[in-house]
């Protein structure tokens, strides 16, 4: 027997080359291979016989091997195998294309099962490129009955995939973790049940049921965790940080724009939080330029009017030292301490700060975080990492969440119980994520149930708009002569290529070619740049910072990365092959131009025709905010799909509808029926290590 660890070396039929392509759809272990879900069936239910074959439909048939040869076609360019295949009613022409081997598979005299399409030629009635299986193995699992068929990469077929599955579904010890009292009141399949009939439903119905049962999972578990923590909050206390209103104000008032009307609620909002004993814990959700990082800042300024200490923690570097520069400005006139901390740069707005060496001057700044000197604390992940010691954190603020783990967000709670009678009261300081996924109230309420949200809605008056467009393939040239006419005038441009292939997870060969591309063949001339997710942190950053500098005219980069820095300079965001692209991903990359005082412009190009793409793809020209998008979007594919790619944390749904609202509230009911009846999980322990795991894939949340 298998258990779900059980490395997929071990079945039978996989090979070390085999394991190493199955990874990179990532299945490495028979549990990955028992989830791995089809994404539609092929219903071959209905058995037809030769005679009553009708052109133009799809079916399965059996039948006797009379003749099989490989011919070429007239033109020799194609390698054609044909079958004459016979049953008790008749004789069907059978023909493929292109696969000679087949002929070394299927002998006259064999029984064989075929699927596939039946169409008019010539010479009457035939069936092209059909998936065939010889029926002295058993019975049929590729041609008969509901057919499951995955998601694949290169050099895997249906048929291999298959036959793993089906193995593994014979062979594993798969274990319930619902409770008995969940399974039957909400009359659920069990799991090792429902895990066959996903995968080899015998009819419409188990499919129906089997999605049932685990879509329920994926919510309940969900929920649970949500109702999990939200119980743990009720029981922590943080320190209340009265809102001092005239000092903020005055600071308000001293900026050099005026606040929108959602900055200034969503400001309100924090600040009422602050005020009480209970911790924090809100969403701050706006759009790419919304104006998030005042609203932030009002928030840290708030906490040190309280003499209190506030952490900003970003995901890169070059934010990191953004938001200190522009933060330092903005505090020019308040007498607060502020720092930055990353690994590779510390420095602060004390004045004569500096020791005799890095090490020396770092040491002088993390004493004076422990003192309490000082108020305000910016920094990367090395906030987290370092030996870092803070005198009173009471606020914690998270900008870009999704870049962070739980894990992280404990590890930055722990550091703020620095006190016996912290870790006792299992004190935690405010928190405050913030993003720019634009995920709709009633959606962010069902995942981030436990978390408040505030949204800003609007944008800053202005903004001058981006000028979109979709550029048809024909149209390629002029829109590279429009770039190089820009470039002349001394402005950037940005170019985001999709991962074409699944398998190439990080995208590094798409932008290889791309690179290669525009800067060998198209601008020879022109310094171009390139960054994707395996280059060292390090080397990102130094290209960034060539581009920041105008030394990089144009930036060729995946989608992976998040230039989440001000880059006012760049006018043009052009994208490859768009239509790869969610919408709501989309407007995101657009985000990063239009920050500067050029008139900017959002390049989509596309090879498709295909007129849904299109529409979907010039919605992209009608609107401008994040939220209309993704609601477009939305009506065309799952959220899973739409946020999966902005969202790291976004809970991996495969299967559950995040607008299934009945089911939803029945997870909802059930984890909080679990949690008032055992909020330690003691005595469920199944659903402890469920969470566990959870926990250690990184699902991230607010
Ligand atoms: P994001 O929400 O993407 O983090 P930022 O906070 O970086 O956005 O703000 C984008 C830019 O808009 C910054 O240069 C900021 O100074 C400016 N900004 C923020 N709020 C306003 C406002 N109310 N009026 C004008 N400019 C603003
Ligand atoms: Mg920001």
């Not at 969403?283 to 309280?306: F, H, R, Y």
């Not at 509230?665 to 679990?674: F, G, L, T």
Request: glycine fraction near 4%; charged fraction near 25%; include cysteine.
């Amino acid at each position: 027997m298998f258990t779900p660890e059980t490395k997929i070396t071990e079945l039978s039929g996989v090979g070390e080359t085999i394991a190493k392509r199955l990874k990179l759809i990532g299945l490495s272990t028979v549990r990955d291979l028992l989830y791995y879900y089809p994404f539609r069936y092929d219903d071959f239910s209905k058995t037809a016989v030769i005679k009553d074959l009708k052109p133009n439909t799809s079916v399965n048939i059996t039948g006797q091997v009379e003749l099989i040869q490989n011919t070429r076609s007239p033109r020799k360019r194609m390698h054609i195998t044909e079958a004459l295949i016979s049953d008790d009613s008749g004789q069907l022409k059978v023909i493929w294309f292109n696969q000679p081997f087949i002929a070394k598979n299927i002998h006259e005299g064999d029984k064989i099962s075929l699927a596939g399409r039946v169409e008019n030629d010539y010479s009457g009635i035939i069936m092209k490129s059909p998936v065939y299986e010889k029926l002295s193995a058993g019975t049929a699992v590729h041609t008969q009955g509901i057919i499951p068929n995955y998601h694949l990469t290169a050099n895997i077929t249906q048929k291999q995939l298959r036959f793993l599955i089906s193995q593994v579904i014979k062979q594993s010890a798969i274990s319930e973790w619902l409770p008995k009292q969940i399974l039957e009141s909400q009359k659920l399949l069990p799991l090792a049940e429902a895990l066959k009939k996903i995968h080899f439903p015998q009819n419409l119905n188990d499919i129906e049921i089997a999605k049932k049962r685990l879509a329920f999972d994926e919510l309940f578990i969900i929920q649970l965790q949500s109702q999990l923590i939200k119980n743990e909050l009720r029981q922590s206390q943080a320190t209340p940080l009265p809102f001092p209103e005239e000092a903020i104000r005055d600071f308000v008032s001293s900026l050099p724009f005026k606040l929108t009307d959602a900055q200034k609620k969503a400001s309100w909002e924090i600040l009422l939080d602050m005020a009480k004993q209970e911790p924090m814990t809100r969403l701050l959700e706006g759009d790419v330029g919304s104006g998030k990082t005042i609203v932030a800042l009002i928030a840290m300024l708030a906490a040190s009017l309280n003499n209190a200490q506030a952490v900003l923690m970003v995901p890169t570097e070059i934010l990191a030292k953004q938001h200190f520069a522009s933060i330092q400005k903005l505090l020019q006139a308040q007498n607060i301490n502020i720092c930055l901390i990353t690994h590779s740069e510390q420095k602060t707005n004390l004045p004569d700060f500096t020791e005799k060496s890095k090490a020396k001057t770092k040491q002088a700044l993390f004493d004076k975080i422990k003192s309490g000197e000082i108020k305000i604390i910016i920094g990367t992940h090395a906030l987290i990492q370092e030996k870092l010691e803070f005198a009173n954190l009471d606020l914690a603020i998270i900008d870009e969440q999704h870049r962070f783990g739980v894990e992280q967000r404990k590890i930055l709670i722990d550091k703020s119980r620095n006190t016996k009678d912290k870790k006792q009261n299992n004190f935690t300081p405010h928190l405050l994520s913030m993003t720019a996924t634009p995920i709709p109230r009633s959606l962010a309420l069902t995942i981030y149930g436990d978390l408040d949200i505030s949204i800003i809605n609007e944008m800053p008056p202005g903004r001058r708009p981006i000028i979109t467009r979709v550029v048809s393939e024909d149209n390629r040239e002029k829109a590279y002569a429009f770039i190089r006419n820009l470039i002349a005038q001394n402005q950037q441009v940005f170019v985001i290529c999709p991962l074409i292939d699944i398998s190439d997870k990080m995208g590094i060969k798409s932008v290889n070619e791309e690179f290669k591309k525009l800067d060998k063949e198209i601008f020879p001339d022109l310094k171009i740049g390139m960054l994707h997710g395996r280059m060292k942190a390090k080397d990102k950053d130094a290209i960034i910072q060539d581009f920041i500098n105008n030394k990089i005219k144009i930036l060729v980069s995946t989608s992976v990365i998040e230039v989440g820095v001000d880059i006012p300079n760049a006018s043009v965001m052009m994208i490859e092959a768009a239509d790869h692209f969610g919408l709501a991903q989309l407007h995101q990359f657009r985000g990063r131009v239009g920050r500067g005082e050029h008139q900017s412009y959002c390049l989509l190009f596309t090879e498709s025709d295909n007129p849904n793409t299109l529409v979907r793809l010039d919605a992209m020209t009608k609107y401008a905010d994040g939220f209309s998008l993704a609601k477009i979007d939305l009506k065309h594919r799952g959220p899973g799909e739409v946020y999966g790619a902005l969202q790291k944390g976004f809970p991996e749904l495969k299967i559950a509808s995040l607008f299934d609202y009945t089911l939803i509230k029945a997870a909802r009911e059930e984890a909080e029926k679990i949690i008032k009846e055992n909020a330690t999980l003691n005595n469920f322990s199944s659903l402890k290590e469920k969470i566990k795991l959870l926990e250690k894939s990184d699902y991230l949340r607010g």
